[in-house]
């Protein structure tokens, strides 16, 4: 089954969820979308409160930021996937729980599996913490890890994970903001290197 076929899927899957109650608080699920044959994954924590009304990943305040971040890189973002750890908004958005990150990162190791990107860019520290720990790489500080291309051995290939802020975090607070700049920055180098497979 072709790529966007198998998210298709997926998504379907997702939207009727009912492996943790977070759906019983949601408008509706945000399965994430984008190109399934990119080479760039990019993972939120949660749906926000315009994510949840949409449906659709990274839509509000955020989501603007991290268009204007594509725009400054060349990047279209119908040219990369954007989802997130937990597919379903955690009530007053605080930070979902390690039962519903267990619950919903089967759906996203899918999506992953599906897409074969070679780097995955972690947006904040919770899916920092969740794809590190596969390494594992242990960290206290996202600042500590942040800009840097970590190997993750997948399925019998290598992805990079690039941890960077979340754009949230951006919004508050300037030098993340250029911050995230130099990691997208460095994830652009490393996709144009042509020793970057």
Not at 29 to 42: I, L, N, Q, S
Not at 62 to 83: C, Q, W
Not at 125 to 134: D, E, K, M, N, T
């Amino acid at each position: 089954m072709k790529p966007g076929k198998v998210l298709d899927a997926i998504a379907g899957e997702i939207r009727i969820c009912r492996q943790c109650p977070l759906w019983e608080g949601a408008c509706r699920a945000v399965p994430g979308e984008g190109d399934p044959g990119t080479k760039v994954v990019f993972v939120g924590e949660a749906p926000g409160r315009i994510e949840d009304l949409t449906g659709r990943p990274f839509v509000g305040r955020s989501g603007t930021l991290l268009d204007a971040l594509f725009s400054k890189t060349g990047i279209e973002r119908r040219s990369v996937f954007i989802g997130n750890l937990v597919k379903h908004r955690p009530p007053g958005n605080r930070v979902p729980r390690q039962e519903e990150v267990r619950a919903c990162t089967p759906f996203l190791s899918r999506q992953i599996d599906a897409i074969q990107p070679s780097i995955i860019v972690t947006l904040g520290r919770v899916p920092a913490v969740f794809f590190l720990s596969l390494i594992p790489v242990v960290f206290t500080r996202l600042g500590d890890v942040r800009g840097r291309l970590y190997p993750l051995e997948w399925e019998g290939r290598t992805i990079r994970v690039l941890p960077t802020y979340h754009p949230a975090s951006a919004l508050r607070n300037p030098h993340h903001l250029m911050l995230m700049d130099e990691d997208f920055s460095t994830m652009v180098r490393a996709l144009n290197s042509p020793d970057f497979s």
